[in-house]
């Protein structure tokens, strides 16, 4: 945990030991949640076709909402991008505005994500109808909550950024929570391929 | 829900448990107050993030679990004696052979193993401490409130009863309609939280916090072994957290992942239980291999035979072994594509295992051994596990499997590579490193006697079984008839598992006889071994090391002692102060709320399990507000703590 | 950390983030257009649009998440590759298996 020299043109995130153990085992963890979300993708397309008699998704999945969706999360991905770049050329302004963007797009994108599961659940389309809907709620909904934990956890860090401003501590949880943001993003990329795409298409 | 249907009711035995469990916790509060030592209890061990500590309480907590799964097995075989025995009814037969599994896999090999990782490893490496010793702790604490949600199952609610493969549906709502699936489902949990963080903890402890002079290809083997399972655990826990996940929906929120009806697949629950089943025989496998090479190597005197092989066939292990999962449940017909491409898989795997098992062997070749109880647990792992390991090519074959699946003939197979393989390595490890921990060997004449009576009991215990298996008794029946004609296999099968407890019981005295009268040690390496973990002084210092070692190759410690006997003794540099983490209360209290949320979740007590997770969130939120940076180790105080060690 | 120092004394304006949304927003309408408009097979149309997204990832880990920009880069890139593997063996696998040698996924 000694300092290392480091030139100063180093990012404030990967001055600190502690940063870059950080960075490195969140990338770790990274690579643990694509093994999580590569079983629930399984399982989902496993669980495709088996709707016991229930509604399938061609008739309910609507292709507007989910571009509308998918492009709130596609863009906040980008501003949060942005909000690093800023925080790079150290402008604690640049970071509080792109980070705020992202945060009301990822909020935007939830209440979308909201309406569209209240909307299949009042068409008889909920988590107990059949094992398609089941594979369905929990693959998106997993996605969903941990965007839901990603607003609550980036909400933090703004007020821990406001208190103490840009510090190799603070950069450090940033550019961490970017990371499982834009990570989001990857995931959310497949959810459009694999779930709707795949869906709408057959 | 009326009192006698939360307590468990009506059987002795459980009576018994009951009362012992209540007379152990007075006793332990008693001796607490008494000996004024809640202060130090909750300052010095629960609230430490010192790896060497916590390695210390993971193997405290394996070994009881391993006297709780050894009871069960006991249980077991008193049942199976003798044809159309009383002794147990089938549901309780069926609740013991499910605790016994989960736990001697989940709470006993796994903290066993990574008990010892955790002591080791980061003294190995020549580190003062993991990469992140905050989340060791919460690794730890996790796991603890894990296995003891797990445990108060036996008491409280009743325990599961669908095996610990929990195959559905017999693991689902119908048939297991009581609280002691879901027990299984949120202690396994809770547990695998803090196994999958101690993945990525050693992980990047091996990778980045290495003496800078220690390349990869000159680590030792253990801590090879141990970096190739923390691969496989951080990509096959996760699996095992969606599995569990699903069904938990399933059997409290309604969903039809693994149901009979509304599309649901009951065989996808054995699909995903093993994708992580499979690389979970790894991951208490690999570190057990790493334990064996050290100590055969250091005690045939010679370098390991072989280093590179080792290593190049741990990581094809650690590839294939996401490859083979099917062989699990090849009678399921899914297909003779299916089965042949993962026979062949499984047979591939068989190969660098061989690659190692002749590593061994090449190294004990020409070496000046010596028989002590850990060299004596090595050698015995090598012929056992081979017989486990031939067997398992055996079962590997999947036209033959469908004779040998369910059967006897598995269940000495798995006991023989388990066993064999992890259980001596545990019981070698703790031997060989117990110097390491508690200043203090144990006694060798106690250690071979229990290493004698242990390994007979074992092969007496479970080779009869591979002749019943082919004389086609089923597992986890809980009676036969006489007619059967698998009485007289029966009788020596338990016959050797009382000789096992007896080889238990020795080594628990060992540990009570040698902290009364075993001489404390003079010197941080009592078996003039080869690695850096005993370059330290006796006792280890808080801080591992007060000068980074030098790394020069192979056994780098080896070296060192080389070079100090030709005279270059390394020149004494000044102390600089050492960086060391803060103890934190928060990762026992973060893990008491995951343990209220999980017992509430077990009853459906849903203000409960909010409560408990709120209590987590809450927890997670102050640590992200603790700014605490550690401290620093003064000079002084370095130059005092040396001077009291020995080295 | 030399690679640092490139991705900290660019220039002022986001290049690289801005070139990589905009390559995201292309690849998600051609996925619409192969996935809507184009006369492909299904299991053509499957195997190019899961492509797509393939890419698109590699956008994000590379232009938006730097992953090769740090002293760990390797273990990051290793890491993210063998995750890719065991992603492949699960899905693919879980699908095989499950189909029960009757290969009518429509895949």
Redesign the interface.
């Given at each position: 945990m000694e300092s290392v020299e480091y030139s100063p043109n180093t990012p404030l995130e990967y001055q600190s030991e502690t940063g870059r153990l950080n960075i490195l085992g969140f990338w770790v963890f990274l690579g643990a949640e694509i093994a999580l979300f590569s079983t629930l993708f399984a399982t989902y397309l496993v669980l495709v076709g088996r709707t016991g008699g229930g509604p399938g998704p061609e008739e309910l999945f609507e292709l507007k909402g989910v571009l509308i969706e998918t492009f709130l999360l596609l863009t906040s991905s980008f501003t949060c991008g942005l909000a690093i770049h800023y925080m790079r050329n150290h402008s604690l302004k640049g970071v509080f505005l792109w980070i705020g963007v992202t945060l009301a797009l990822g909020l935007g994108f939830l209440g979308f994500e909201i309406y569209e599961f209240v909307h299949y659940i009042h068409e008889g389309a909920a988590l107990t109808t059949s094992a398609y809907w089941s594979g369905f709620f929990v693959l998106v909904g997993t996605h969903g909550a941990h965007v839901t934990m990603g607003i609550a956890w980036i909400s933090l860090i703004l007020i821990q950024l406001k208190q103490r401003g840009l510090t190799p501590d603070t950069t450090r949880k940033v550019f961490i929570s970017s990371l499982y943001w834009h990570f989001l993003d990857v995931v959310w990329i497949f959810i459009f391929t694999a779930v709707y795409l795949y869906g709408m298409v057959m | 829900m009326k009192l006698d249907e939360f307590f468990v009711t009506g059987d002795p035995l459980i009576y018994g448990a009951d009362v012992s469990i209540a007379l152990t916790l007075i006793g332990a509060i008693f001796v607490l107050t008494y000996f004024k030592k809640w202060k130090w209890l909750w300052t010095e061990w629960l609230t430490t993030v010192d790896h060497k500590k916590l390695g210390v309480m993971y193997i405290i907590a394996a070994v009881l679990m391993l006297f709780r799964g050894g009871v069960d097995a006991l249980l077991m075989r008193a049942q199976l004696t003798v044809p159309d025995s009383s002794f147990l009814d089938a549901n309780h037969y069926n609740e013991i052979f499910t605790t016994h599994g989960t736990i001697m896999i989940i709470f006993m090999a796994m903290p066993f193993l990574i008990g010892l990782i955790n002591v080791v490893v980061p003294l190995q490496i020549g580190a003062?401490d993991v990469?992140?010793p905050f989340l060791n702790a919460v690794s730890f604490w996790t796991f603890f409130m894990g296995a003891m949600l797990f445990n108060i199952s036996f008491v409280i609610g009743g325990s599961p009863s669908a095996g610990w493969t929990s195959y559905v549906p017999l693991a689902g709502l119908e048939l297991s309609p009581g609280v002691g699936q879901n027990y299984y489902l949120l202690g396994l949990q809770i547990a695998g939280i803090g196994t999958?963080l101690t993945?990525?903890?050693f992980?990047?402890t091996i990778?980045?916090m290495r003496v800078p002079s220690m390349k990869l290809m000159q680590m030792p083997m253990f801590t090879w072994s141990s970096l190739i399972t923390m691969?496989i655990i951080?990509?096959?826990?996760?699996?095992l957290?969606?599995?569990l996940?699903?069904m938990t929906?399933?059997r409290l929120?309604?969903?039809?992942?693994f149901?009979m009806?509304?599309?649901?697949?009951p065989?996808?629950w054995a699909?995903?239980f093993w994708?992580w089943g499979h690389p979970e025989v790894y991951i208490v496998i690999l570190p057990a291999f790493g334990m064996f090479s050290e100590i055969i190597s250091t005690f045939a005197r010679k370098t390991l035979f072989g280093y590179k092989a080792m290593v190049y066939s741990m990581v094809v292990i650690a590839?294939l072994s996401?490859?083979v999962?099917?062989h699990h449940f090849f009678t399921m017909?899914?297909?003779?594509?299916?089965n042949s491409f993962f026979s062949i898989t499984t047979m591939l795997i068989a190969v660098p295992t061989g690659v190692k098992i002749f590593n061994w062997l090449f190294t004990l070749y020409k070496g000046r051994i010596r028989f002590t109880t850990a060299m004596l647990w090595s050698l015995a792992f090598i012929p056992n596990f081979v017989i486990g390991g031939v067997t398992g090519v055996m079962l590997a074959m999947a036209a033959a499997d469908y004779q040998y699946h369910n059967t006897y003939f598995l269940v000495a197979h798995f006991h023989y590579v388990l066993i064999s393989g992890t259980v001596y390595a545990c019981f070698a490890g703790l031997y060989f490193w117990y110097p390491k921990m508690f200043n203090h060997r144990l006694n060798e004449r106690l250690g071979k006697w229990s290493f004698w009576i242990f390994v007979a009991g074992f092969n007496l215990c479970f080779f009869p079984m591979y002749f019943l298996g082919l004389a086609g008794m089923p597992r986890r029946i809980y009676t036969y008839g006489i007619g059967d004609g698998w009485m007289s296999l029966n009788v020596l099968a338990t016959f050797g598992g009382v000789l096992m407890g007896i080889g238990f019981l020795i080594l628990v005295y060992n540990i009570y006889y040698s902290f009364r009268y075993s001489p404390r040690e003079t010197t941080g390496d009592p078996w003039d071994a080869r690695t850096l973990e005993w370059s330290t002084p006796a006792p280890v210092p808080h801080y591992n090391f007060a000068h980074l070692p030098e790394a020069k190759g192979h056994d780098a410690f080896w070296i060192m002692k080389e070079e100090k006997k030709q005279g270059k003794a390394p020149e004494k540099k000044p102390y600089k102060p050492i960086?060391m983490?803060s103890y934190s209360g928060v990762p026992i209290i973060m893990s008491v709320f995951f343990f209220i949320a999980g017992f509430g979740m077990v009853f459906s007590w849903h203000w409960m399990s909010i409560l408990g997770l709120i209590g987590v969130l809450a927890t997670m939120?102050i640590r992200?507000?603790d700014?605490d940076k550690?401290f620093y180790v003064s000079v002084e105080e370095i130059e005092e703590t040396e001077k009291k060690t020995t080295l | 950390m030399s690679n640092n120092e490139q991705t900290n004394s660019h220039s002022h304006f986001p290049w690289s983030h801005l070139i990589g949304f905009g390559l995201s927003i292309v690849l998600t309408l051609l996925a619409l257009w192969v996935g809507f408009a184009s006369d492909f097979s299904f299991r053509t149309i499957m195997i190019i649009v899961v492509i797509l997204a393939l890419i698109q990832a590699a956008i994000q880990l590379l232009m938006f998440m730097h992953i090769t920009e740090s002293d760990s880069s390797r273990i990051q890139v290793g890491t993210i590759l063998y995750a890719v593997f065991i992603a492949a063996a699960i899905v693919a696998g879980t699908i095989w298996v499950m189909s029960f040698g009757m290969h009518n996924m429509n895949m």
């Open positions: - | 003062r990469a992140y999958l993945g990525i903890n992980l990047v990778l980045k691969v951080i990509f096959a826990f996760p699996v957290t969606v599995a996940a699903l929906f399933d929120f309604g969903s039809h992942f149901t009806m509304d599309g649901g697949m065989m996808l699909n995903l994708i590839g996401f490859l999962w099917v017909g899914a297909g003779g594509a299916v960086h983490p939120v992200s507000f700014y550690g | -």
